[in-house]
């Protein structure tokens, strides 16, 4: 049947994703289903690229659901994800036309019980043999297993956000929320470190004379510090050269003639404690 026929454009739904799919996963991980049958099929299309924006403008699920639900679908074979482009790219996985009427057939005198426990990437092995899906030429030429993006569910939306918006009022070159890649980096950085860790690190970033005179060309590029949780954690311990303890102080104070004025007392965060630290101004100058 055509467009004409009906009247209006539509998508030709697979009956297997409804009637083998759509039973055993939620409701949300079917609507990230949804997004990738219409920009594949729905365009007569064997995969495509899909941005993370589209699937928010498409379904109305925050961020962290549709990862979580593309996790999901990933594990349990429904899709394939190559992750080679700035732009993830999708497949739907079905089964040969002929397996798939077998299936249909077979089930159509059992009634799938409404109370299902939905898919998860935790559910038990029988239920992924129940969708067997055929295997299909993967899309990744180098024939790696495909990179996953592990989802911490304690991360809130807000965490990211606020780390987002932390970055992008502090350096020059800004996250924007349509490089997927660099959303995925921020996710993973938020499964090892706090916000407050995370936005302490890019604060003493800023101060380090590291950045500034040494690698001024690394300072402000997001993709030098968030794709590596091993230098966010080194910027979290990192001390600006004009930032002393409180017995350096004293010492600078005893010592070096310096003043009780000449510093500025700074309230570092360094995990979960506040620690009193002392400035020195730039214009101050001992003996």
Not at 158 to 178: C, T
């Amino acid at each position: 049947m055509s467009n004409k026929e009906i009247g209006y454009p539509f998508t030709a739904y697979p009956n297997y994703s409804i009637d083998k799919i759509m039973p055993v996963i939620d409701g949300n991980t079917f609507k990230v289903l949804t997004v990738i049958v219409r920009k594949t099929i729905g365009f007569h299309k064997k995969h495509d690229k899909i941005a993370l924006s589209q699937f928010e403008g498409l379904t109305g699920l925050s961020r962290n659901t549709i990862i979580k639900s593309l996790k999901i679908l990933c594990d349990n074979q429904i899709i394939e994800k190559n992750d080679k482009g700035i732009i993830n790219k999708y497949r739907i996985i079905l089964p040969p036309a002929e397996n798939a009427e077998n299936h249909l057939k077979k089930s159509a005198n059992k009634s799938v019980s409404s109370t299902s426990e939905p898919l998860s990437s935790n559910t038990e092995q029988a239920k992924v043999h129940m969708l067997n899906p055929s295997p299909v030429q993967n899309l990744n030429t180098q024939k790696k297993p495909i990179k996953e993006i592990e989802i911490n569910t304690t991360t809130k939306e807000g965490d990211v956000g606020s780390v987002i918006q932390a970055w992008n009022s502090r350096f020059e070159f800004p996250i924007r929320l349509s490089d997927d890649k660099m959303m995925s980096y921020i996710y993973d950085a938020l499964k090892e470190l706090s916000s407050q860790e995370i936005i302490q690190a890019m604060d003493n970033r800023l101060k380090a004379n590291y950045y500034r005179e040494q690698k001024p060309e690394l300072l402000h590029r997001p993709s030098c510090f968030f794709p590596y949780p091993s230098t966010i954690r080194s910027d979290l311990q990192r001390v600006p050269d004009n930032l002393y303890t409180h017995d350096q102080y004293v010492k600078l104070i005893t010592e070096n003639n310096y003043h009780g004025d000449d510093f500025i007392i700074r309230k570092e965060q360094q995990g979960d404690k506040v620690k009193l630290m002392w400035e020195l101004k730039r214009n101050a100058s001992g003996t």
